[in-house]
Structure formats: structure tokens, C-alpha cells
């Protein structure tokens, strides 16, 4: 066989096993995680001399985020969390609505981007299948500078997942 025809071979059986290779291989399954919210809509108690002299008022329920495995490859789970609204009206920050997962001591300001909650390896009917949390909120409280008002907001929970 001459030179040319070896190389001519070579390129053929490449180009069959890369062609084997694209028709043959099995579809990536779609990866399907159901995040369910329980008690979404968060409200705070008219705030008394106690709570502005703490600094701070909580809100007396939270919301609960589950996410369950449908189908799939283990992937990693990302739960965040984001305001919607750039203020909370009546000249209230956004940063003075704070959070934090139930788990955890430490509060965190909501800001206008997202912020990792909590995230886990799910093994779909195996490890952390399904897991849950949730998150708790209170609204930073000044003298000098909260005027007596109805503030309001509208917060973002996001799951995203990677396959490793």
C-alpha cells in the first residue's frame, strides 16, 4: 500500500470511529429536580420599643425549600436567593431585609444578586434525595431613620444544578 493510501486509510477509519462514536452513544438523560417553597409570602409584626431597641424585628414563619430528585446522574444542587425589588419603599434599603438558613446562626442582607443559600450532591433515590431547609427573615430596625410605614418586597428562590 503507498504512503498516500495508508494515510487515506488512517483519515477513513478515524472519521468511521468518530461516526460510530456520535451515532452509538447513549443520550444524556435529562437531569430533573422539583424544588417545591412552603410558606412563601413572609410578614413581620408591627414592630414595638423592644424590637427597635434589639435592632431588629423577626418575621414569625419562614419559607421551606425541598428539592427532590426525579431522574438522572448525581448533579450538585444550588438553592439561591435574590431581591426582586431595589427598595422596600417609605426609604427602607433592601439590604435591611436579612436572612439566613435555619441550620445556620449567621444573618445575611438580601442583595439584587444571587446569593448561595445551600448546596448539595443529590444522588437520585440515594444520597440527599430529597433534602430540604428553610430560610428564616427579619428586617433591620433604626429610630432615626424608619419612618412609621407598610414596607414591602418580592424576593427570587432559584435551584440551578450541575452534573459533575
Not at 427597635?52 to 436567593?81: E, H, K, M
Request: aromatic share 8%; glycine share 8%.
Amino acid at each position: 500500500m503507498s504512503i498516500l493510501g495508508r494515510k487515506l486509510h488512517k483519515r477513513i477509519t478515524i472519521a468511521a470511529v468518530s461516526l460510530a462514536l456520535v451515532l452509538f452513544a447513549s443520550p444524556l438523560a435529562a437531569q430533573k429536580t422539583n424544588l417545591t417553597l412552603t410558606g412563601g409570602t413572609i410578614t413581620f409584626a408591627a414592630p414595638t420599643a423592644a424590637d427597635y431597641i434589639a435592632g431588629f424585628v423577626d418575621s414569625g414563619t419562614g419559607v421551606t425549600f425541598t428539592l427532590n430528585s426525579v431522574n438522572g446522574v448525581p448533579r450538585t444542587t444550588t438553592v439561591s436567593i435574590r431581591s426582586i425589588s431595589g427598595n422596600l419603599g417609605g426609604g427602607k434599603v433592601i439590604g435591611d431585609l436579612q436572612w439566613r438558613r435555619s441550620d445556620l446562626a449567621t444573618w445575611n442582607s438580601i442583595t439584587l444578586t444571587d446569593a448561595q443559600v445551600e448546596q448539595r450532591i443529590v444522588v437520585n433515590k440515594g444520597l440527599n434525595d430529597p433534602w430540604s431547609n428553610t430560610i428564616f427573615f427579619r428586617m433591620v430596625l433604626n429610630w432615626t431613620t424608619d419612618a412609621p410605614a407598610t414596607y414591602s418586597g418580592t424576593y427570587q428562590i432559584t435551584l440551578s444544578q450541575t452534573v459533575p
